[in-house]
């Protein structure tokens, strides 16, 4: 079945980096996006970014521009998402999506995320 | 601030219909951008509930159903059950610059 497996918790300090992992299964990796969503606790959902594996291209949210990177190796299947100057206000489950995009019957664009990972928690403290 | 807006708490009995707001604008919403929704049980990864307005994926019950009208659009649960109390996230795609990506602050259903 199609699976996304995130990496284990992250303890990290202030001004550190984090990257996590997310290994796809079950489907062609490099045939759909992959987006990182962000929650802290007690609080909505955050896109961060999505990917496309095929191409590595990447499009990040402004909030993150230069503070966060999206990579991935093709060759295991696997999406990385490395988060840099790491803050408290990091602290968060982070999860990877998989993008579905196309045009409707009215020819809009959509883009959704059917298949998520079960998360992998970063903490920042000092 | 989330770009699309949503009521934080909904509730209702078991049996009961309820139905779930999401307030956009002519970036998202408003310019014909499809609305999706997800469930996210306590403890656990979003799920894609509603995808395209109104379709839902393999194994979704059809008392989950979605619509979409102008710059808006609604969840609504009919038959509600207890294991339907979750959080509700309506998501759509925004044309400006900052995140193309947007969701709803999400909707913390209560089933009495």
């Known amino acids: 079945q199609v699976q996304l497996v995130q990496s284990g918790a992250e303890v990290k300090k202030p001004g550190a980096s984090v990257k996590v992992s997310c290994k796809a299964s079950g489907y062609t990796f490099t045939s759909y996006d992959i987006n990182w969503v962000r929650q802290a606790t007690g609080q909505g959902l955050e896109w961060m970014g999505w990917?496309?594996?095929?191409?590595?291209?990447?499009g990040y949210a402004q909030k993150f521009q230069g503070r966060v990177t999206m990579t991935r190796n093709t060759s295991i299947s696997t999406a990385y998402m490395e988060l840099s100057s790491l803050r408290s206000e990091d602290t968060a489950v982070y999860y990877c999506a998989r993008g579905i995009t196309g045009i409707d019957i009215f020819y809009y664009y959509y883009y959704y995320m059917d298949v998520w990972g079960k998360g992998t928690t970063v903490t920042v403290s000092s | 601030q989330s770009v699309l807006t949503q009521p934080p708490s909904v509730s209702g009995a078991p049996g009961q219909r309820v139905t779930i707001s999401c307030t956009g604008s002519s970036s998202n919403i408003g310019a014909g951008y499809d609305v999706h929704w997800y469930q996210q049980l306590p403890g656990t990864a979003p799920k894609l509930l509603i995808y395209?307005?109104?379709n839902r994926p393999s194994g979704v019950p059809d008392r989950f159903s979605g619509s979409k009208s102008g710059t808006s659009a609604s969840l609504a649960i009919t038959g509600l059950q207890a294991e339907d109390e979750a959080d509700y996230y309506c998501?759509?795609?925004?044309?400006?610059?900052?995140?193309?990506?947007?969701f709803g602050g999400g909707t913390k259903l209560t089933v009495l």
């Open positions: 998501q759509s795609y925004d044309s400006s610059l900052s995140a193309p990506v947007v």
């Open positions: 395209g307005n109104s």
């Open positions: 990917m496309n594996p095929n191409s590595g291209n990447t």
